[in-house]
């Protein structure tokens, strides 16, 4: 196909993948599974059914390779699925860069990012097992901007605890998330125990994911007919995102890509999954040959390349499972950068055992240079980004720019997980000069997990 034609790779409405793909499926190992905090043994169904309802439960331990979309599920994704591939031709032009980039935009979905892939079937599975209300935290505000429009869509109520930083910094995020119909409270807040004792000890405290989802899990718990859904982390939120990667496959077939190398930003793990999980699902039938798949990090919660890979709390109170992830300690308070959707203390367990395993490489960058990349981005290819992919697209430009000295012609993807319309206070900041980049010594991380680890209890391993 020629370059002209390769900008924009569509895919029909009827081409639209119609099942979800199941990384577990094809791991030459099984991770470490979740385990209940009072046993220490491997958690079951009915450890999780005051929070989750039986078909996500269901999929959260799923073995099969492929789980059918429902037909209610697929209506809804219709509204902005199958989202379009472009190539970066502008970009690369003002690299000079032999490599070929592209990037599956997940902007175009009502929230602007790709979280609602997975908001809507949690939405439909719970409103199908009779919930009425869902319960969750946001950290840049895409996630409760997301869950918001998907309850809109099977009538159910959507109350979010937006992590305080970001709750200040991005008010329209707020205001979007009340549109769709939610209901939105700053973490720490006065609602709850977990706020109040934060509260308590750090009045000014800017919040943290870990400390919205205690919020949130502690409200869910607390009435049966309240269900709380997370966006990230979770096996069954990755499996859903899968879609992005399923169709980013059949769009390279369609003009004879071969991709080199896949970069993806990673906080929880949910947009990295979705886009890498089913081309290492060929690379693992191939016995390894494939791309290079890399996660991209913000230094300043930098869980896989600085974090301990240990059983932790998936949040500040101790309210969830022991996760085996890598992590830096669930009481662990990030700086208060810009990406809010990266500021977690831990990375998904399934992404966290492939990089033990070896099969993905991992980065961590400041947001300087991230945004540098966004404005470059933005000049060239008329979309500013969100602050989180930011971070893929300084690895990708990097790579690009490493080509110009090699003479490489590789094959770039990224995923362009939504986009920076209302983030752009964040732009002002850099553009004025005010961002200041944080990074973490090895001996301060390892303090904060040790001094978390210290207070779980006993487990095997």
């Known amino acids: 196909m020629p370059d002209a034609l390769r900008h924009k790779v569509l895919l029909d409405e009827d081409e639209m993948p119609t099942r979800w793909y199941n990384i577990l499926h094809d791991l030459p190992t099984p991770p470490p599974p979740p385990l209940h905090p009072g046993t220490g043994q491997p958690v079951g169904p009915d450890d999780l059914s005051a929070l989750f309802p039986m078909d996500l439960i269901a999929q959260e ?100 605890w937006q992590v305080r930083a970001s709750y200040d910094a991005k008010p329209y995020r707020k205001i979007m998330m009340e549109t769709f119909g939610g209901t939105v409270h700053p973490s720490p807040s006065d609602l709850t125990e977990a706020g109040r004792a934060m509260l308590a000890s750090d009045p000014d405290s800017p919040g943290s994911l870990g400390l919205a989802i205690s919020e949130a899990v502690e409200v869910a718990a607390q009435d049966p007919t309240v269900n709380y859904a997370l966006g990230s982390v979770l096996n069954h939120v990755l499996l859903h995102q899968t879609i992005i990667g399923e169709e980013a496959l059949l769009q390279l077939a369609k003009i004879g890509e071969v991709v080199d190398l896949i970069v993806g930003c990673t906080g929880g793990g949910s947009n990295f999954g979705g886009l890498t999980f089913p081309f290492l699902r060929e690379k693992l039938a191939a016995g390894g040959a494939g791309p290079v798949i890399r996660a991209v990090e913000p230094a300043s919660c930098p869980s896989l390349t600085q974090g301990t890979y240990a059983y932790d709390f998936g949040d500040v109170a101790g309210l969830t499972p022991l996760l085996k992830m890598h992590t830096l ?122 001094r978390a680890l210290t207070r779980l209890p006993s487990i095997p391993g």
């Open 329 to 450: 300690g669930h009481d662990f308070i990030p700086d208060p950068i810009h990406a809010g959707g990266l500021r977690y203390h831990g990375m998904s367990p399934l992404i966290s055992h492939l990089y033990d395993q070896g099969l993905i490489e991992a980065e961590a960058r400041t947001q300087k240079d991230c945004f540098a990349a966004g404005v470059l981005f933005a000049r060239t290819e008329g979309i500013v980004p969100a602050p989180e992919p930011t971070h893929a697209l300084a690895a990708a430009v990097e790579e690009a720019i490493r080509c110009v000295e090699t003479g490489e012609e590789k094959v770039i993807l990224t995923a362009l997980c939504g986009h920076g319309h209302l983030d752009l206070p964040a732009y002002d900041a850099y553009l004025r000069g005010d961002l200041v980049d944080h990074t973490w010594d090895d001996d301060e991380l390892q303090e904060s997990v040790a």
């Open 61 to 160: 331990v799923s073995t099969e390779q492929y789980i059918d979309i429902p037909a209610e599920v697929l209506d809804v994704y219709k509204l902005w699925r199958p989202s379009p591939l472009f190539r970066a031709h502008r970009l690369e032009k003002a690299l000079g860069t032999p490599a070929r980039i592209y990037y599956k935009y997940e902007g175009v979905s009502p929230a602007g990012s790709h979280k609602p892939n997975t908001a809507v079937p949690q939405a439909y599975y719970n409103a199908k097992a009779g919930i009425r209300k869902l319960t969750t935290e946001t950290g840049a505000g895409q996630w409760g901007t997301s869950l918001a429009f998907a309850c809109a869509q099977f009538d159910l109520e959507c109350e979010i």
